[in-house]
Structures are given as C-alpha cells and as structure tokens.
C-alpha cells in the first residue's frame, strides 16, 4: 500500500477538488425522512445515504467522534461503522478525534485508530501537540508502520485560537514554532509524491497564516476547516495549498454544516428529493473551490 500522503494527493487529483465532507451530527438538523430525531439509527441511514452521494466526487470524509460520543459506545460503533463503508465506498477516512496524551497512553490512542485492524479505522487522524513531541512520535510511528498519516493542530480555525496560539516565542508566534518543530516529522513520513502523510490544521480563516506555514512546512498536507458555515471563503482555504496539474493540492479543505444541512435538502419530503438537493450542494462547492483555483494568491 502506498502512504497516505500519496494516496490523498493521487485521490485529490483524481477527482479535481481537495474538498473534504466533515460528518457532524446535529440531531435538529438532520431531515426528517430519515427517521426519528436523535435516534442513532436515524444517524446510520442519513450518513450512509451522504457517502453514497459524495464518493466518486470528493477525496475524503471527516467524521467527528466528538459529535458521535454523546451516543455513548453506540455512537463510537457508529462511527467505525461509517468509516468502514466509506472505504468500501472507495473514500479516504480522516478521523476528527484531537487525541493527544504521553507515553503510553498516546500508545493507545494509536493504536485505537492507526492500528492495520484498529477497531476505529481511519487513514489519518487529528492529534494535539501540546505535550511535546515525544506525545506525537507514537502516532508518527503507527502512521509509517501501517501507511497512515496524522493531522497535527498548529492554527485552528476558532477566534480564540489566538489566545495561546498567538503567544510570542522569542520573536514568533507559538502556532510558528510549533510548526517548525514539525519539520521533523514532515521528512519522516514523507511519500513519492512530494507529499508527507503529516498534516497540519490551519484554518480557513487565517489565509496569510496559511502561507507563512507553506513556507516552514513545503511537503506537509494542510487540513483547513472553517471553509463554509465557519465563515471562510474558498479563495482564503486554498492559500496554504499549491498547484497541481488538477488545481490546488497539498492538503483538504473541509466543509460540513454547510454542504449536510443545505435548506433544500434539510426541507426534502423525499429521498429522491434530498438527493437531488444535497448533490447541488456538493457541486457548487466543489465549482466553488475550483472557480477560486485559478486566481488564488497564497503559496504558489
């Protein structure tokens, strides 16, 4: 099997869009023709019927365990479940789990998702930096060993992202110096493509963040949220990107609530209906994102 790194960047120019789905459950948003509200089963057929509608269209899916935990084990179930057909379904799984611990425990949580047969299966995950490198190597590790990658949090994409992340470090933000100390694990997992299966989250809303982190980091994949109901523009997600011979590449842009719970979609009296509604949605994302393509100015 070929790395992460190299399968995300063969997938995003495949189908010409590095656009990513997140899977964020909101119970009051989900349509009603597929079943009770707040019911897991209702859950299982809205998601199943969204990876059904965006593979062949879009590279990846972001589940986010944390929206699924209030299930309880479940909705941890659930989420495997999901990931699972989503791989059957030909799309890569990029699990939103923020883990981070020390030792051992990181151990664990490698294990939990990074594992060849972890029971949580994904191809990459979210993790946290703020214990120190040595609470990433074990992810890094598990990631090289079973062609995986990780998403480390470097500038997340919330307002008070700059209440720590914008600490000054002997004359640089920390969000820079964490990303500097990164270059490490960049070359360690680093693909044919001339793409590392590490990731670095830099949201959509910190676009000249994004190519400042272009310059520290030029082989890592960038994962940019906050494009869509965050209130970031296509034009600023793709800055930390790079041109490829199928438009911008080098990471995803993830969208959720604006691509799941369009209005028309979310009105649907009908299956039929939603599907017709939910791909118009799908499409002008991914218009969106290419139109942006071609006269972005970020990291080229």
């Known amino acids: 099997m070929t790395t992460f790194g190299d399968r995300l960047t063969e997938q ?134 079973n062609n995986k990658g990780i998403a480390v949090l470097v500038r997340t994409s919330n307002p008070g992202a700059k209440d720590f992340q914008d600490i000054d470090c002997s004359g640089a933000p920390l ?23 590490l990731m670095v989250v830099c949201g959509a809303t910190w676009p000249s963040e994004a190519v400042r982190l272009r310059t520290i980091l030029p082989g890592t994949l960038f994962l ?8 970031g523009a296509a034009k600023d997600a793709l800055a930390g990107l790079v041109p490829g011979p199928n438009g911008h590449e080098g990471g995803v842009v993830s969208s959720s609530r604006a691509i799941l719970y369009n209005k028309a979609a979310a009105e649907a009296q009908s299956l039929p209906v939603w599907r017709k509604a939910f791909q118009e949605t799908l499409e002008a994302s991914i218009l969106e994102l290419q139109a942006a393509s071609k006269d972005v100015v970020g990291a080229n």
Not at 61 to 80: M, N, S, Y
Not at 175 to 197: A, K
Not at 224 to 231: L, N
Request: hydrophobic content about 40%.
């Open 12 to 145: 995003t120019r495949l189908r010409a869009t590095p656009l990513c789905v997140g899977f964020d459950p909101f119970p009051d948003l989900i349509p009603a023709i597929f079943g009770p509200k707040g019911e897991l089963e209702t859950l299982e057929r809205f998601f199943s019927a969204v990876i059904e509608e965006v593979s062949g269209h879009v590279p990846i899916v972001k589940p986010q365990i944390g929206l699924f935990e209030p299930w309880g084990a479940d909705g941890v179930a659930l989420t495997a479940k999901l990931a699972r057909f989503a791989h059957d379904q030909g799309l890569l799984v990029l699990m939103d789990a923020k883990r981070g611990d020390i030792g051992s425990t990181a151990e664990g949580y490698a294990r939990a998702f990074l594992d060849a047969q972890a029971p949580t299966p994904c191809d990459c995950l979210t993790v946290n930096p703020y214990l120190g490198l040595d609470s990433l190597q074990p992810f890094a590790d598990a990631a090289k060993a």
């Open 175 to 197: 969000w820079v110096r964490v990303g500097e100390q990164l270059i490490s694990l960049q070359d360690e997992l680093m693909g044919q493509s001339g793409f590392s299966s």
């Open 224 to 231: 940019v949220p906050g494009y869509g109901a965050q209130g």
